[in-house]
Structures are given as structure tokens and as C-alpha cells.
């Protein structure tokens, strides 16, 4: 059995702070659902929209925050209630993916074969700093890239060379092709998919 490699830019710490905000935010949302359907249809009804709201939410929240990605072999698999696994060589799809919450970048490849996908992130930037996954990470999964009968996944794999050889040099998140990608994406969107060719000629242009 191949050996689990953690696919994770969390800190535990910020987690927790952030599972209790928004366990707090799901509780208040709750009651105010629950507190107008008791104005409707008295304090039973309220009661019981108060209960069902908060347990679909906390559900919800929890199954986000307990996903847990990793590599397994050549195979990339994510859980959270149900399990998905994609192996990157033969993935049909492969799609750099950049969401913008607050603030806050995360980039990430999202890889699919039929009906299956998963996103796994690569690295998180906030203002000039961030997080990225470790060096021993960027370069098993460049290596295996190299690999994917997807012709996309050269494009991949040497763009995860230049982000390993920017490191190696010392120099500064603003410098890295990871965090200029992620930084080229339009604002306001939640989420958003680059496109290929926009990709392929960025990784081109890198020395």
C-alpha cells in the first residue's frame, strides 16, 4: 500500500478559532430562522425550524471542515462525509482553480476523470506572505505531472519546477509563479477556473 502524503496548507490553530466562529454564526443563523417561524406559526414550529436549520448547518460546516486531502501513490483523494480519489496520470481534467475569500487567495489544481473531481491546493496568499505545501510535496507531484497522459500535465509540472526553483533562489511570495497566478485572477469571484492557454503561455514565459 503506497504511503499517505499530506495535501493540507491548514494551521490547527487558525481552524479551531475558525470552527468556533462559524459554530457561532450557524447558531445565530439558526435562531433567527427559528425565532421568525415562532412569530409565524408560534414557539413549537420556532423550536423545531431552530433545530433544523442549525443541524443541517453544523452538518454541512463540519463535513468542510473535517475534508482531509492526500496523495496516495498517484492517486489524489479527498474526504469529507463520501470519499473521491482521481489518479493524476490518467485524469481527463486538469484545471488550475483560484478562489478569493476575504482577502485571501488559495490556488489549486482541480483534476477529474468522468463524473469524479477533486481540488487539491497548492498555496494560500494573503497580502505579500502565505502558505504553500512542502517542497517534498511540490516535487513528488511535478514529478508525477510529468507523467499524466493529459498534455496539460507538463504544463503543470514545469510550472511547479519554476515555483520549487523561486524558492530554492530565496525569493519573496510576490516573485513566485504560484502567488502571480493566483494574483492575475480577477477580484470578486469566489471562485474561478484560469484558462488553459492563459496558463500555458504564463509557464512559457518563466525562465
Known sequence: MADRVPLDL?????????GC????VVLVFGAAVGGLAGLV???TAGLIAFVVVAVLLGVLVWAMASRTVWL??????????????????TA????????DVRGARTIGILVGSGRRSVSMSLAVYSGTGGRELGILVLRKLADIFATSENTAGLVFSELLVAQLRA?????AAPDRPLYQLASVA???????RLKPEAVTRFVASLD
Not at 491548514?10 to 475558525?18: C, I, L, T, V, Y
Not at 462525509?81 to 493524476?88: A, F, G, K, N, W
Not at 524558492?167 to 525569493?171: D, L, R
Open 167 to 171: 524558492e530554492a533562489k530565496g525569493e
Open 21 to 24: 466562529a462559524t459554530g457561532f
Open 41 to 43: 406559526a408560534g414557539r
Open 186 to 192: 480577477p477580484a470578486g469571484r469566489l471562485a474561478q
Open 10 to 18: 491548514g494551521e490547527p490553530a487558525s481552524a479551531r478559532r475558525k
Open 92 to 99: 481527463e481534467r486538469l484545471e488550475l482553480l483560484v478562489t
Open 72 to 89: 496516495e501513490g498517484t492517486t489524489v483523494v479527498a474526504r469529507t462525509i463520501t470519499r473521491r480519489s482521481v489518479d493524476l496520470v
